[in-house]
């Protein structure tokens, strides 16, 4: 069974930095997408950014390009999300997710989600 577990969630002023963690455990790490969603109240979940575990490319989307960094360490099989000149735009509950087969965008195509982490960037 595949579990996705986060961490790294908190409060911080705007400008300031966090580095989420997403563990997975009951699957091969090698191969298939990972990804970070975002759910903000009252707002649907978006795509944050993705990363392909055979190659390693990125995929962010516009709003996080140049402050966020996906990357994975496969020796640990975890996913991690570093958030730099954070703004109170960010604030959400963020979610790691994982699927099979090539990146994707969009949340319905991911398989396996972990319980979310709470971000709050204050003004």
């Known amino acids: 069974q595949v579990q996705l577990v986060e961490s790294g969630g908190g409060l911080v002023q705007a400008g300031g930095s966090l580095r989420l963690s997403c563990a997975v455990s009951?699957?091969?790490?090698?191969?298939?997408?990972m990804g970070w969603f975002r759910q903000a109240p009252g707002k649907e979940r978006e795509f944050v950014a993705a990363i392909n575990l055979s190659s390693g490319s990125t995929y962010y989307t516009d709003s996080v390009k140049g402050r966020f960094t996906i990357s994975r360490d496969n020796a640990k099989n975890t996913v991690y999300l570093q958030m730099n000149s954070l703004k109170p735009e960010d604030t959400a509950v963020y979610y790691c997710?994982?699927?099979?087969?090539?990146?994707?965008?969009?949340?319905?195509?991911?398989?396996?989600w972990g319980q979310g982490t709470q971000v709050t960037v204050s003004s």
């Open positions: 009951g699957r091969t790490f090698s191969s298939g997408a």
């Open positions: 997710a994982a699927r099979r087969f090539m990146v994707r965008t969009t949340a319905y195509e991911y398989d396996y």
